[in-house]
T-cell receptor, first 111, second 113 residues
Framework: TQLLEQSPQFLSIQEGENLTVYCNSS?????LQWYRQEPGEGPVLLVT?????EVKKLKRLTFQFGDARKDSSLHITAAQPGDTGLYLC???????????FGKGTRLHILP | NAGVTQTPKFQVLKTGQSMTLQCAQD?????MYWYRQDPGMGLRLIYY???????DKGEVPNGYNVSRLNKREFSLRLESAAPSQTSVYFC????????????FGDGTRLSIL
């Protein structure tokens, strides 16, 4: 059973379009993290959200943690080819627990 | 500031051979992790070490052993490699609290023939 479900699995859109990817669970998480991974490299942390309803912005990326702390979304405005990569969500159910990763959304922005 | 360093970057083994993947971090992190990443499977935790001197099994520990040599180094050993262990292996480190970021190395690409 996958505790963190990410959707869509793949997304290919034109440069300049907006997009949203999702990370969902039936369990409550104490915190969720989003990572981006580029080919041949390890994942790199983008953001951590810890409070239900929290919204964080990182330039054109907006991250939201659901009110019930069971889901999160990543919205990209005016996507650019440099946004291409694998986006992973990860979370822990308790503060001292190890982190669980979703399977990721592979995003491809066409120039 | 190197972060997390993994060696080797690439390796090809024959079935039944053994090898050790090395990982070192220079961020004074207590916790270290070994993951494997396979297409469509995401990152799966093999073993982790919450602190020097302790190790625990993750989701997919069978066929692997680990050693937390000191605070900096955490190695992963395949005693008798099998084709099912063909994967990309990532080492990561973090402070022990779960909402702290994990810092990843660039991976070891391992093929078992």
């Amino acid at each position: 059973t996958q505790l963190l479900e990410q959707s869509p699995q793949f997304l290919s859109i034109q440069e300049g379009e907006n997009l949203t990817v999702y990370c969902n669970s039936s369990s409550v998480f104490s915190s969720l993290q989003w990572y981006r991974q580029e080919p041949g490299e390890g994942p790199v942390l983008l953001v951590t959200v810890v409070t239900g309803g929290e919204v964080k912005k990182l330039k054109r990326l907006t991250f939201q943690f659901g009110d019930a702390r069971k889901d999160s979304s990543l919205h990209i405005t005016a996507a650019q080819p440099g946004d291409t990569g694998l986006y992973l969500c990860a979370g822990s159910m308790n503060r001292d627990d190890k982190i669980i990763f979703g399977k990721g959304t592979r995003l491809h922005i066409l120039p | 500031n190197a972060g997390v360093t993994q060696t080797p970057k690439f390796q090809v083994l024959k079935t039944g051979q053994s090898m050790t993947l090395q990982c070192a971090q220079d961020m004074n992190h207590n916790s270290m992790y070994w993951y494997r990443q396979d297409p469509g499977m995401g990152l799966r935790l093999i073993y982790y070490s919450a602190s020097e001197g302790t190790t625990d099994k993750g989701e997919v520990p069978n066929g692997y052993n680990v050693s937390r040599l000191n605070k900096r180094e955490f190695s992963l050993r395949l005693e008798s490699a099998a084709p099912s262990q063909t994967s990309v292996y990532f080492c990561a480190s973090s402070f022990p609290v779960s909402n702290q970021p994990q810092h990843f190395g660039d991976g070891t690409r391992l093929s078992i023939l």
